[in-house]
């Protein structure tokens, strides 16, 4: 696994709301309701690098049956080596900020705040589809652009077909 680095000076209420109220969720979800959650979304769906590696090591423990929580998620990123040492302090605080009901409160709608990180996450394949065909349409001949065309329809399709809770494939 990659380190991350964690720069000290962020604001967890700068970041992206339903991604902050997702992991907070699992980072005070039992198991269980973890697995739920998680199950419910996917690592690239999130835009924070640094709270994308706290998926991946939340993802890691669960798979392993034990509860994503604060000092679980930190033991773990420092022991795979998602993070240095150094860096442990600043993780904490992050780690902290996301289970602040004060600065989050939507971690208790877990459930609802993932679906909301997929929905982003569908819009954002969507326009890149739109810039894609967009360039190409301006550059590309018939048989690219046709090419071009039916590869977007095929990933927008299979990221629609996440929200209705299937693979359109």
């Not at 049956?65 to 420092?78: I, Q, R, S």
């Not at 095929?154 to 996440?162: E, P, Y």
Request: hydrophobic share 45%; with cysteine; proline share 5%.
């Amino acid at each position: 696994m990659t380190t991350t680095p964690m720069p000290a000076g962020f604001d967890v209420c700068a970041m992206p709301l339903s991604e902050t109220a997702t992991i907070g969720a699992v980072l005070i979800s039992p198991v269980e309701r973890a697995q739920r959650i998680l199950a419910s979304y996917e690592n690239e769906d999130i835009t924070e690098p640094r709270l994308k590696m706290i998926d991946r090591v939340a993802r890691y423990l669960v798979a392993q049956d034990t509860a994503a929580n604060m000092a679980a998620v930190a033991a773990a990123a420092e022991h795979i080596g998602a993070v240095t040492q150094s860096d442990l302090p600043t993780l904490w605080l992050l780690l902290h900020d996301l289970v602040d009901v004060n600065l989050v409160p939507q971690i208790h709608v877990g459930e609802t705040m993932a679906r909301q990180l997929v929905r982003a996450s569908v819009r954002r394949r969507i326009a890149v589809a739109g810039e894609r065909l967009s360039r190409t349409a301006e550059t590309a001949d018939t048989p690219t652009l046709i090419q071009v065309a039916n590869s977007e329809a095929h990933a927008v399709l299979q990221a629609i077909g996440r929200l209705i809770g299937g693979d359109q494939s």
